[in-house]
């Protein structure tokens, strides 16, 4: 009879363990928030990309690799190319920087109504490796400072340019 009343308390003691374990990893699975993700985003993109809370405002986890739900990213084009992104609260890009197909760097610069400064390489309509033009642009243009490059008879020139609006120019909104 005690030997029953043991078993009994041990089987009792395990189920009641094995609940309270059961919805402490639960409760510890819930409040986990994932703001780091690595790997290949829906577009083809591998990443390294960041939330700000892992979890949209009383719904479920945020999917990371949604580019949508991307705070910051680092990674590499579905063609090769390298890439960093950063996003506002409102989820809109701020700031890209990438470099094109042919290894020419490119930064640029949001705010919420759009893009403001762009800084780095400019392609041709015929994007090719010879492509050697890089500007400033300040956007709405207002102003724009670059330089075109040019290869003629083996040697090559560059020529530079400045252009500043004189009128005023509505700001987009």
Known sequence: MKQTGVIAAALA????????????????????????????????????????????EGGPPIDLKDPANETDAIGVFHDETPFLRMRGADG????????SLY???????????????????????????????????????VARIGFHAEKVGGQTYVQGGVYVRQGKVKYPE
């Open 103 to 141: 290894g020419k760097p490119f930064l640029s610069m949001d705010d919420e109504t759009g893009p403001r400064v762009r800084l780095g390489f400019e392609g041709s309509d015929t994007p090719n490796p010879d492509d050697s033009d890089y500007s400033l642009v300040f956007t709405p243009e």
């Open 13 to 56: 003691a395990g189920f009641v363990g094995g609940a309270l374990g059961t919805l402490v990893t639960r409760a510890s699975e819930q409040s986990r928030h994932e703001i780091s993700y690595w790997g290949v985003d829906k577009v083809q993109n591998v990443v390294l990309a960041f939330g700000t809370h892992g979890l949209a």
């Open 92 to 99: 809109r890009t701020r700031v890209d920087m990438f470099l």
